[in-house]
């Protein structure tokens, strides 16, 4: 009877090592402080799928998505959003222009790919 519970606890916990592979895990794209001159922009590369973007800026900045109009979000300091891109798509952080006279905008960008929510 011992090794028959035995077994099936070794079973049980073979099933749960090699299962966690198949799930989708957090994924940290980036997290980093980015600085981003005025009349300027950084593009992000995102492949299709599901993201927790967010950004905080001194100032006021444009979050633009190529393929998903929806999210975008202009002249705001920040910008926190769950996003789900069903094709691959290019996420561009642009300071807003006054012709060279504005101030560079100092971007902390955190985004993690499969969120947890």
Known sequence: MKKIIFGLGLFVLLLSVLSSGCTSQNEV?????ISVPDNDQHLYL????TYKITLTSDTDIDVLFD?????????KKTFDKV????EDT?????????IGLGSDA???VKIIKNPVV
């Open 83 to 86: 996003v789900t891109l069903t």
């Open 29 to 33: 794209i980036t997290d980093e402080v």
């Open 106 to 108: 100092n971007v902390q």
């Open 67 to 75: 393929t998903v109009a929806d999210y975008d979000q202009k002249g």
């Open 90 to 98: 290019t996420m561009t952080v642009k300071n807003w222009a006054l």
């Open 46 to 49: 995102l492949s299709a799928g």
